[in-house]
C-alpha cells in the first residue's frame, strides 16, 4: 500500500484567510490470491419494462451469465427482475453450478413488457440480501434499468433517501446501472451514492455484459473495506474534499468516506483546507491519516504544515502543479455539472456563464502549463454547447464524465489502476 501526500503551496498569507489544497494519493495493496476469502452476496435486478426488449434483454442475459460463472459454489446470489409487477427468478442460493443453470434457464423465459416499479424491484433485491448476511458480511445488489422510476416510488429525493436511511443501514450497498437515453441520471447516481455502490452509464447495449461484470470482479477484489481519508485540524481551520465522496465531522477535524477500495486501485482526494488570517512566523499543522473497518490501511497519520508569511512572501512562493492540475480537474468536473442542471432548467446564460467563470479562474493561474491552459479552453469551448437545451444522450454522457472525474474514477466507471 502506498500513500503520498502533496499541499499546493507551503505559506498562508497573514492578512486574510485563504484557502490551501491537499493532494491525498492512494495505491490499494495487491490483493494475496487465497482459497478462504469471505463468500460474496450478490443480488442481480433487471428492469424487464417493454423498452428493455431486444438487443437489451438479450445483453442482459448474457451479462449475468458471465456474472454467475465469477461466482464460486460458497457465494450467494439472488436473481429479480422487474416492470410494474416484481419477480424473484432465484431466491438467495449459494452459486453451485446446478444452481446457475437454472437462473439462466428461468431468465431466458423473460420477456420485456410493462412499466418501471424500480423501487419495488431493488427493495425485492435488498430483501434477498437481508437475510443472508452474517455479521461482518455487507451485501450487493446490482441494478440496471434503462427507463424512468414510473410506479410505485417514483419521487428522486425519496428513493436516494431511502438508499440511504433503509437500505444501507442494512449493510447493503447498492450499484446502479443506466441504459441508454430514457433513465434519470440523477436518480441512479444519487441511489449509488447514498447506498454505498457506483453509477454506471451504459451508452450501448453491447456494454452491459462488460460493466456488470466489471464491478462484479470489484467485489472480488476487494481489500479494504470502508476506507476513510481522516484530518485532525487544529482550531480555526475548516476543511472539506472536492470530489464527490461522503464527509462527516468528527471530534477531532473530518472523516472522508471513499468506500471500498480493490487490489491495486488508485485514487485521488482533494481536500480544500481554510485557514483563517495569522501573524508572521506562525505555524499551523494538521494530521492526514487512512482507515479501514479491518485496519488494512492503517499507517501513521503524517503531519503537514503550513508557515504564516507576509503576502509578498506568499505571492512569490512555487506552487506544486500537479496540485494545482488534480484541482482544476475537480473544479472544472463540478462546473460542468452544474452547467448540466441549468441547461436542463432552460438557463442558457447562466450554463454558460459558469463554465466561462470557471475556464478564467483556471487561465488566470495556469501560468506556462499546458495541461492546465487546455483544461481551460476546453471549458471555454463547452460553454457554448449550453445555449440550447441538451440532447438527452449528451447530457448523460456528460454527466457520467463529472461524475466518474469527481469519484476518482475512469471514464467508464471502473477503479483506477
Known amino acids: ?18 484557502v490551501r ?37 438479450t445483453l442482459a442475459r448474457e451479462a449475468v451469465r458471465q456474472a454467475l460463472q465469477a461466482l ?26 446446478e444452481a446457475k443453470r437454472n437462473a439462466l434457464k428461468k ?16 427493495l425485492a433485491g435488498c430483501d434477498q440480501l437481508a437475510g443472508k ?42 450499484s446502479t446501472f443506466g441504459v441508454g437515453a430514457d433513465f434519470d441520471e440523477r436518480l441512479l447516481h444519487g441511489v449509488a451514492d447514498a447506498a454505498g455502490g457506483h453509477f454506471y452509464f451504459i451508452e450501448q447495449p453491447a456494454q452491459i455484459p462488460d460493466l456488470l461484470t466489471s464491478e462484479l470482479g470489484e467485489l472480488i477484489a476487494v481489500v479494504a473495506r470502508d476506507a476513510c481519508v481522516t484530518l485532525k485540524l487544529p482550531e480555526g481551520v475548516e476543511a472539506a474534499p472536492l470530489g ?44 492526514i491519516g487512512l482507515t479501514d473497518r479491518e485496519g488494512v490501511l492503517a499507517m501513521p497519520a503524517q503531519a503537514m504544515g503550513w508557515s504564516v508569511a507576509s503576502d509578498a512572501a506568499n505571492d512569490a512562493q512555487d506552487m506544486d502543479v500537479v496540485v494545482d492540475r488534480a484541482v482544476a480537474t475537480l473544479y472544472a468536473a463540478c ?33 506556462d502549463d499546458a495541461e492546465l491552459k487546455a483544461l481551460g479552453e476546453e471549458l471555454l469551448a463547452d460553454a457554448t454547447q449550453h445555449e440550447a437545451f441538451m440532447a438527452p444522450m449528451e447530457m448523460k454522457k456528460r454527466h457520467f464524465a463529472s461524475y466518474s472525474v469527481m469519484r476518482s474514477r475512469t471514464s467508464d466507471g471502473k477503479a483506477r489502476k
Open 335 to 367: 462546473a460542468r455539472a452544474e452547467a448540466l442542471e441549468l441547461n436542463r432548467q432552460g438557463k442558457f446564460d447562466a450554463a454558460r456563464a459558469r463554465l466561462e467563470r470557471t475556464a478564467r479562474r483556471i487561465l488566470a493561474t495556469a501560468g
Open 244 to 287: 464527490a465522496f461522503d464527509c462527516v465531522k468528527t471530534d477531532a477535524g473530518i472523516r472522508i468516506g471513499v468506500g471500498d477500495l480493490v487490489s491495486g486501485q488508485e485514487l485521488a482526494v482533494v481536500v480544500a483546507l481554510k485557514f483563517p488570517a495569522g501573524q508572521v512566523g506562525d505555524t499551523i499543522a494538521l494530521r
Open 133 to 174: 448476511l452474517g455479521a461482518e458480511q455487507v451485501g450487493r445488489c446490482l441494478l440496471l434499468t434503462d427507463g424512468l422510476a414510473n410506479v410505485g416510488i417514483t419521487d428522486r429525493d425519496e428513493l436516494v433517501r431511502l438508499s440511504g436511511a433503509a437500505i444501507r443501514e442494512r449493510r447493503i450497498a447498492t
Open 21 to 57: 489544497y491537499a493532494l491525498v494519493s492512494v495505491t490499494a495493496p495487491q490483493a494475496t490470491p487465497k482459497a478462504g476469502r469471505d463468500p460474496l452476496h450478490v443480488a442481480l435486478v433487471l428492469d424487464r419494462s417493454g423498452s428493455m426488449g431486444g438487443a437489451k434483454i
Open 107 to 122: 431468465l431466458g423465459r423473460i420477456d420485456a413488457r410493462g412499466s418501471t416499479d424500480l423501487h419495488g424491484g431493488w
Open 72 to 97: 464460486r459454489p460458497d457465494d450467494w446470489f439472488s436473481l429479480v427482475v422487474y416492470d410494474e409487477e416484481i419477480t424473484t427468478i432465484v431466491e438467495s442460493t449459494q452459486a453451485s453450478a
Open 1 to 18: 500500500m502506498a500513500c503520498e501526500i502533496r499541499i499546493d503551496r507551503h505559506l498562508i498569507p497573514a492578512t486574510a484567510g485563504s
